[in-house]
Structures are given as structure tokens and as C-alpha cells.
Nanobody, 116 residues
């Protein structure tokens, strides 16, 4: 089992920045990919960014150049630095830990609201 604890959401004005954190505990040795997803009101959940154990990153086209995913292996924590935030970034952001061989684990979600 893996437990994920997210933090860092909040309310910010357009153009501002936030940093989300996701601290993992438990059987973290099994995790191959860490990712951030989001679900905006009335929309389906979408992948925002992911990072592999090797450090390879992937971003949604809508956030590329504005968001950066990183990981601190010593702290078992993944971060999502979000810059130049837009109102359309408003969503609940979820941390995801994927072992690939079993179903992924999800955090409880953290709300990000960007005002215009």
C-alpha cells in the first residue's frame, strides 16, 4: 500500500504561482511513475504532468512551459511548480503513484482556484 498526502493548493490571481507537494509513504519502492492529474468543474480528469523513476517528464500541452514536475527522492515527495496560472487551471489536483503492475494510488486532491 502507498499513502499520498497532497498540500499547497489555494486561491491565486491569474499570472501567479503555486507549488503543490505530494508526500508518499508506505510501499514506495513499487512506484514507477508519479503524476499529477486534475479535474476541472464539468470536465473529465486529465493528466497534467508525470515523472518516471529515471526522471523523464511529460506534460500536457496546456501546461507545457508553465508547470514543472520534480521529485525529491530523499523526501519521497513530488512537486508541481505552477507558474503563470490561468483561470482555466482551476481544478482539483490529484497526486497519482503508479506501480504499473497494479492499479495506481491516488491522493485526496487539493483545490487550486485561479481568479481572473
Amino acid at each position: 500500500q502507498v499513502q499520498l498526502a497532497e498540500s499547497g493548493g489555494g486561491l491565486v490571481q491569474a499570472g501567479g504561482s503555486l507549488r503543490l507537494s505530494c508526500a508518499a509513504s508506505g510501499s514506495i519502492f513499487s512506484i514507477r511513475i508519479m503524476a499529477w492529474y486534475r479535474r476541472a468543474p464539468g470536465k473529465q480528469r486529465e493528466l497534467v504532468a508525470q515523472i518516471t523513476t529515471g526522471g523523464t517528464t511529460t506534460y500536457a500541452s496546456s501546461v507545457k512551459g508553465r508547470f514543472t514536475i520534480s521529485r525529491d527522492n530523499a523526501k519521497n515527495t513530488v512537486y508541481l511548480q505552477m507558474n503563470i496560472l490561468k483561470p482555466e487551471d482551476t481544478a482539483v489536483y490529484y497526486c497519482n503513484a503508479n506501480p504499473l503492475t497494479t492499479p495506481p494510488y491516488w491522493g485526496q486532491g487539493t483545490q487550486v482556484t485561479v481568479s481572473s
